[in-house]
């Protein structure tokens, strides 16, 4: 059987600069979802054949869990990086309101809205939350933190790197810190369980080393459409001491924490993802990295008018956010896409409320970008040339007054 | 480009009847998730490729509405069965909590663990619940539930057809006695916006006329899964006026009440599932009830110490529940395995935790055969013939002495 790719790439006429919106799925990957299809029976069923689709799930978790040296029995399968935020913050959120009155959250100033609007909701329903400020670039300040954290502090979730400008958080360093505290036991009241740390390493996925034996995050979100592989898969990776409360209740799938049939195709093709992320990880972060800062030099140098949002040292490789001054993000993102290249403002989900102002550039205390930054995002097909085209069209944008 | 459709015909060797659990995906579905993956971009995301994105799962949530002739605004895609259920019920609660101190939910004594175990949860959260008993062939009673009805109720969640006998409950005729209780304005307090009706509807899908002009059910599940369609969908219909608030936040997808990148490939296919079971259903039904008929008939004729629970007359044809007296029903079904029959005890997700006493059969006043039953479900590659080679295969196990 021979297999399609649909790469950008086959799309002659349109470059595609979205990859922090999305990845298309990658052949190899859709090869094992559709081939995984003939193993079709319910993993629960106690029959041979629910056994053998149980056994090939148990594989790929085994293989997800060495992609973030975990155990196997920490992996829990979901259906997209929002489900696992939503599940890591209710779920710790549930489970510690059986202890403590009033529990207190803390999120940076720039999370995905998984992250942002499931706590706005949380403190309408009694949840104390205090936000982490970040600095010019995206960064949380660790010092900050610690003047946060109190008795009663059970979560701390912050992005491993930020979906809008690449920035790439501290997140080791704050996981050592929250480790050290707990070892001093700070907080005798809470037995030294919290705070937790929960951490959206959806943009990380494919750039960044996440060893969780360094990394003491407690819980991890992963989401399966950032790095090439099936659409409507996630992960949650949950550390075997931490207790949550699920929040899809039900049949009891993924140790009682995820209820429902898995999603076999899915749960391999995620697996495969992770395979060939892995493998070109260090090779394709630097590949990017060198095309990211040829982009951001031949921007800077064609437009007076403009500035790189964050810093190109802390940021991750795929991801460059450009202020271009009084111009308008929307309009320059729709005459872009006009003349065949996407890219976005904001995130793809904030402009489904067709609000260009970006939370994220505003949170960085550039208030006059807030409404003028694009973001593009690179990618597998992305190269020099692809720069090169890009370079094209913004000169004809500044030809036609778009942007100056 | 050819697609190997995984048939469990094509596996000569076994005989799958167990697609009460779970049903292979349609080989021309398959094809519509695998070319659906050309479409990859972010259906949130402005540019073109973003818009056709958006284009492809509103032609498809059409269709999918049309299928239960409902409004396009009122599909909710999900990823799964159990999702839809959890959203339905805690949709519900955490909207009425806002009005009603300690509102009540009555289910049936027979659902699925995703409403079952969700409102356990929810009673040690302080909601009130009753369970509405049923009569020996699973069958709810309207003149009990009129009795358990009061100003709290808030919501009423029965089962179109029960997953494990099959038995096909009075829905219709519920919701009209709902609809009815609410014009008389019965209860003033809720101002007639309580109680609503929500029915899960995973195994009627492929086999009941569910014309939403005639059920008046505020809410309905379906599960792609028990519909030849792809693996991780589902779907919550939600009737325009009635408000429900979110479980998965974020973003804001489908109608902010569920949030994360829409699985397009998995819409699409769910649609041309719904649309191919829309035009074999009733040839499909008549074929199937006849295969159950005969299958009844030879079984109660071979076998004397069994007896078949549920009534053939109010049940769904693609399911036969036998009570084998006296017999093991784990043991039957691995013995049925080893000789290369697929079927199951309970139900799949019971299975789960290794228990084959079912709670179905106990609450049909069956005791004695709630750990002796066993169910056989049909589907589209069953025949007389698999009929015949079942019987060869239970009189086996009568001269093993494993059914009697």
Avoid: W
């Amino acid at each position: 059987m021979t297999f399609r790719f649909f790469s950008p790439k086959e799309k002659k006429k349109r470059l595609f600069l979205d990859y922090a919106s999305i990845t298309p799925i990658d052949e190899r990957v859709l090869k094992v979802v559709h081939d995984a299809h003939q193993y079709f029976q319910n993993p629960s069923s106690i029959h041979k054949d629910g056994v053998k689709a149980k056994e090939l799930i148990e594989e790929a978790r085994k293989k997800v869990a060495s992609f973030f040296r975990a155990h196997q029995d920490e992996v829990i399968f979901t259906a997209s990086g929002t489900e696992s935020c939503v599940m890591a913050i209710r779920g710790v959120v549930s489970e510690a309101r059986k202890k403590i009155g009033r529990p207190h959250i803390i999120i940076s100033a720039i999370e995905h809205p998984a992250i942002s609007e499931t706590v706005t909701l949380l403190e309408e329903e009694g949840v104390e939350v205090s936000v982490l400020p970040v600095d010019e670039n995206g960064l949380v300040q660790i010092a900050v933190l610690k003047e946060l954290i109190k008795e009663e502090t059970i979560l701390v979730s912050i992005q491993m790197v930020n979906s809008e400008v690449g920035t790439i958080e501290p997140i080791r360093d704050i996981s050592l810190y929250i480790q050290k505290i707990k070892k001093e036991k700070t907080f005798v009241k809470n037995e030294n369980t919290y705070p937790l740390l929960h951490t959206d390493a959806s943009q990380a996925i494919c750039f960044e080393d996440i060893d969780l034996r360094k990394i003491h995050a407690d819980l991890l979100t992963a989401d399966s459409i950032k790095c090439y592989g099936p659409r409507g898969m996630g992960l949650l990776f949950k550390r075997r001491n931490v207790k949550i409360s699920p929040v899809i209740t039900g049949g009891g799938q993924e140790f009682g924490l995820r209820s429902g049939t898995e999603n076999l195709p899915g749960i391999l093709g995620f697996a495969k993802a992770l395979e060939i992320a892995e493998v070109i990880r260090v090779g394709e972060g630097e590949r990017l990295a060198d095309i990211k800062k040829y982009a951001a030099e031949r921007i800077t140098a064609l437009i007076s008018k403009c500035e790189i949002n964050g810093s190109i040292e802390t940021s991750s490789p795929h991801i460059l956010n450009i202020c271009f001054k009084d111009a308008d993000a929307e309009f320059v993102v729709l005459s872009l896409d006009a003349l065949d290249i996407s890219c976005s403002y904001a995130s793809a989900c904030k402009s489904l409320h067709g609000d260009a102002t970006s939370l994220v550039i505003s949170a960085l205390g550039k208030e006059k970008c807030a409404g003028s930054s694009v973001r593009f995002s690179f990618g597998r097909s992305t190269t020099r040339k692809s720069i090169d085209r890009l370079i094209e069209v913004l000169t004809e944008l500044m030809h036609r007054g778009v942007i100056k």
